[in-house]
């Protein structure tokens, strides 16, 4: 009786024994093997398709190791960034609490005045755009600002500053700065720019910030002077909602600031108000319940307001803003440091005391008749002559 093997032969569908299948680990939707009942035609078609998605992937990651600057990647700069290495001119909180990068290169600043570009590094978080400049000698980073993405508009636009060299521009505008116009190397990084930046505000929109996020939370109450300092910039380039008239930093540098308690003449009930003394505006904004959102609340001229103590009694901070074109409000303060500062500020007396108002000179006398005084007082006219100013 003969013997008959148990090895199976290379017929029927595939051709390939069971030792051999072990060795087909390829890349699929069953763990990596390659199924009995997939012939050839389908192996060499999602061989075909694995083949054509490796070259999108790889650019990915050829543009996250493409050297950006400095002979360093973005991986690189982001995490030098991240890492609270000393940023020269660094402002606010750490890099590493506005979230993740969500977007960054090297850009041209274009200056409308001086028709000058000069180089910058935008980086774009979640809820803000950081914008730094280069120093290429020392291979360093310069802080110029960050700015919110929720108060931002962004736009394409053209120049026409070379007709041979296209530029590929986009500006930013904001109530609380100056338009800043910025050139990309391409038209495609433009146009990334613009798509990102109006997602996130689309986002900002939908999806406040938590207080974690927000420098805002960490300022409010204002009650020591390093915040107090750290919420006049914060201010400068915060967007504040309803906001009318001229961008604020166009009001100047901020003096004192503190949080105060409004009722005016018809007893409305209390408000508060974060009161901010200019040079020539006081302004008044309020904060939400949750420390997130500044909005305008309106601005008084200095020159039509006064401060007018209400009472002398311990513990009444509280003094009147009067004005011609103002009803009358009523000023509450925390703390007695705020209370005389803003009586100093607001209650002097004579606010045009900086102008100095001379002494009409005295008349002079009819030259007949001083001619007559000069023959008979020969002295007094000599000294009269000498006092005003005459040989």
């Known amino acids: 009786m003969g013997c008959c093997s148990v090895t199976q032969r290379h017929t029927g569908v595939d051709e390939v024994g069971p030792d051999e299948i072990e060795l087909l ?21 999602r061989n075909s398709r694995d083949e054509q ?10 543009l996250e190791q ?32 506005y979230g993740e990068v969500i977007h960054s290169s090297v850009v041209s600043l ?21 914008i730094l400049s280069l120093d290429h000698s020392q291979e360093d980073f310069i802080y110029e600002g960050v700015l919110p993405v929720s108060g931002l508009s962004v736009q394409a636009v053209s120049l026409q500053l070379d007709v041979s060299h296209p530029t590929h521009m986009f500006e930013i505008t904001s109530a609380m700065m100056d338009t800043k116009v910025f050139t990309c190397a391409s038209a495609g990084e433009s146009q990334r720019w613009i798509q990102h930046i109006e997602d996130r505000r689309y986002e900002s ?30 201010l400068m380039q ?39 003394l200019f040079p020539q505006d006081l302004l ?52 007695v440091e705020d209370y005389q500062a803003w009586i100093f500020h607001l209650q002097q007396p004579d606010r045009d005391s900086h102008i100095i108002m001379s002494q009409p000179p005295p008349p002079l006398l009819p030259k007949l ?23």
């Open 25 to 45: 680990e390829l890349s699929g939707d069953n763990l990596g093997v390659w199924s009995l009942s997939e012939n050839r035609v389908q192996l060499s078609v």
């Open 53 to 62: 998605q490796l070259p999108c992937t790889a650019s990915v990651r050829h």
């Open 66 to 97: 493409e050297v950006v600057l400095w002979g360093r990647t973005r991986d690189e700069l982001h995490h030098r960034i991240y890492s609270q290495q000393p940023i020269r001119g660094w402002e606010g909180q750490p890099a590493h609490v």
């Open 110 to 130: 274009y200056n409308n005045y001086s028709e000058e570009q000069s180089e910058r590094f935008l980086l774009l978080f979640p809820f803000h755009l950081l």
């Open 205 to 234: 929109m939908i999806q406040p910030m938590s207080p974690s996020q927000c420098a805002l939370s960490y300022l409010l109450p204002c009650d020591e002077n390093w915040k107090r300092e750290e919420l006049k910039k914060y």
């Open 238 to 276: 915060a967007p504040i909602w309803n906001w009318e008239g001229s961008p604020i930093h166009h009001m100047g540098q901020p003096g004192h600031i503190s949080i105060v308690h409004i009722i005016n003449t018809q007893r409305q009930g209390l408000q508060e108000r974060l009161m901010i």
């Open 284 to 335: 008044l904004l309020s904060v939400d319940s949750k420390r997130l959102q500044i909005k305008y609340e309106g601005r008084l001229a200095r020159q039509s307001i006064k401060a007018v103590e209400r009472s002398a009694l311990p513990g009444r901070l509280e003094f009147e803003l009067r004005g011609e074109l103002l009803e009358t409000l009523q000023v509450s303060c925390t703390c």
């Open 369 to 391: 008749q001083r001619n007559r005084k000069e023959s008979q007082e020969p002295i007094l006219a000599g000294d009269q002559c000498h006092i005003n100013g005459r040989s």
